[in-house]
T-cell receptor
Framework: GDSVTQMEGPVTLSEEAFLTINCTYT??????LFWYVQYPGEGLQLLLK?????DKGSNKGFEATYRKETTSFHLEKGSVQVSDSAVYFC????????????FGQGTTLQVKP | EAGVAQSPRYKIIEKRQSVAFWCNPI?????LYWYQQILGQGPKLLIQ????????DSQLPKDRFSAERLKGVDSTLKIQPAKLEDSAVYLC????????????FGPGTRLLVL
């Protein structure tokens, strides 16, 4: 069945460091891909998404490119801030189009000043 | 616009007791989802509604879990009887339409089964 695998955390970085969180997926057809973020004490919220191969999603300085050839959707940010400390979830929505999300296990990011 | 509302925020029960969670989606959102998030894992879909009809309940443990969305607006999720392994955060989400739309999540209900 469809699945998402994320790099294990926690990831600890200093402020202004470069961030990469790896995400790979297994799915039939052409899923849509998402990154959701959960800040401390808050609910899950969409960070960015891409709906077809080679699309780049971007928001708040974060970017991720839908790579069908490597079945990946890695999250990157050039310069992280303390306020980026959160749990990041990669997810896919299968091409069957019901909208059901399949999530990875989440990666905790801690940014130190 | 008001977000997805859930209640209660926290619940502690003993095993074999019953519990119910309530969700009110964003106004006008036709699709409603219930997810279970066990500590250290990503959310897993339990059931999905489109208006008042069920789209997907393939991962709902139907011997103990039930859910309804009778008027196509708010929804309740019930567990009866609860087991220790049901300890988790129960998340409700809604989206405007069916499909790969942005889902808006509520704050969740944290359930502890003792």
């Amino acid at each position: 069945g469809d699945s998402v695998t994320q790099m294990e955390g926690p990831v600890t970085l200093s402020e202004e460091a470069f961030l990469t969180i790896n995400c790979t997926y297994t799915a039939t057809g052409y899923p849509s891909l998402f990154w959701y973020v959960q800040y401390p004490g808050e609910g899950l919220q969409l960070l960015l998404k891409a709906t077809k191969a080679d699309d780049k999603g971007s928001n708040k300085g974060f970017e991720a490119t839908y790579r069908k050839e490597t079945t990946s959707f890695h999250l990157e940010k050039g310069s992280v801030q303390v306020s980026d400390s959160a749990v990041y979830f990669c997810a896919l929505s299968a091409s069957s189009n019901t909208g059901k999300l399949i999530f990875g296990q989440g990666t905790t990011l801690q940014v130190k000043p | 616009e008001a977000g997805v509302a859930q209640s209660p925020r926290y619940k502690i029960i003993e095993k074999r007791q019953s519990v119910a969670f309530w969700c009110n989606p964003i106004s006008g959102h036709a699709t409603l989802y219930w997810y279970q998030q066990i500590l250290g894992q990503g959310p897993k879909l339990l059931i999905q509604f489109q208006n008042n009809g069920v789209v997907d309940d393939s991962q709902l443990p139907k011997d103990r879990f039930s859910a309804e969305r009778l008027k196509g607006v708010d929804s309740t999720l019930k567990i009866q009887p609860a087991k220790l392994e049901d300890s988790a955060v129960y998340l409700c989400a809604s989206s405007l339409l069916l499909g790969p739309e942005t889902q808006y999540f509520g704050p969740g209900t944290r359930l502890l089964v003792l």
